[in-house]
């Protein structure tokens, strides 16, 4: 099995990815994972992406196909895996299309989590995080307390997950992003869950859409 999930910042893409990881015994691929690995690593492709990174330059489509094509050539993805994160805009798509037909490889679904913005919103800005150890709070299901309970820490609110940073995520995603929906769908490889369901309905939907 061979799956991307594509969704908007907050649609939960990443926990559908582990549990999916889990339950079908395949990898979960996160390109940011990867760079993170390979900047720590110090290998070849690490130090090209850290001189982007230092710039504040973008990292080309071509190195970030590079990095991809490396991590899927890896003998835990012979049975299939679950990209998170990648791709994200129609070039990188393209490119991985190039990139799988050279591998002897087609991909096997791409699940679409939908949502609706102004939810997207409030679930992110409801984000709190303990500066200490990091646990997570979430105004939505409890009031947010001002130390953590597991540490101490001061509980305070990330940048990017301050309701106007949000907005600005979610635009980005919209003229960026969501022109995949569109190229997948054309392809016929799409298959659309609700993201906003709750994480175990949205889980078995997936699951349903791969047969």
């Not at 979610?170 to 960026?176: A, C, F, P, T």
């Not at 993201?195 to 047969?211: H, K, N, Q, S, Y």
Request: hydrophobic share 40%; aromatic share 4%.
């Amino acid at each position: 099995m061979r799956l991307i999930l594509l969704g908007a910042p907050g649609a939960g893409k990443g926990t559908q990815a582990r549990r999916i990881s889990a339950e079908l015994g395949i990898p979960q691929v996160s390109t940011g994972d990867i760079l993170r690995d390979h900047i720590r690593r110090g290998t070849e492709l690490g130090l090209r992406v850290r001189g982007y990174l230092d710039r504040g330059d973008l990292v080309p489509d071509s190195l970030i196909l590079d990095i991809v094509g490396d991590r899927l050539g890896r003998e835990d993805c012979r049975a299939g895996y679950v990209l998170d994160g990648f791709p994200r805009t129609v070039p990188q798509a393209e490119g991985l299309e190039a990139l799988l037909e050279r591998m002897g490889q087609r991909l096997s679904a791409v699940v679409a989590l939908e949502t609706e913005s102004e939810a997207l919103v409030r679930r992110l800005s409801s984000r709190w995080t303990c500066a200490g150890c990091g646990a997570d709070y979430n105004a939505m299901a409890a009031p947010v307390p001002d130390r953590c309970a597991s540490c101490g820490g001061v509980v305070g609110q990330r940048d990017d997950d301050r309701a106007e940073t949000v907005r600005h995520r979610l635009k980005v995603y919209e003229e960026q992003t969501a022109p995949l929906i569109l190229h997948y769908e054309g392809l016929g490889r799409l298959r659309r869950v609700d993201g906003l369901a709750p994480v175990e309905v949205v889980f078995r939907a997936i699951l349903a859409t791969l047969g």
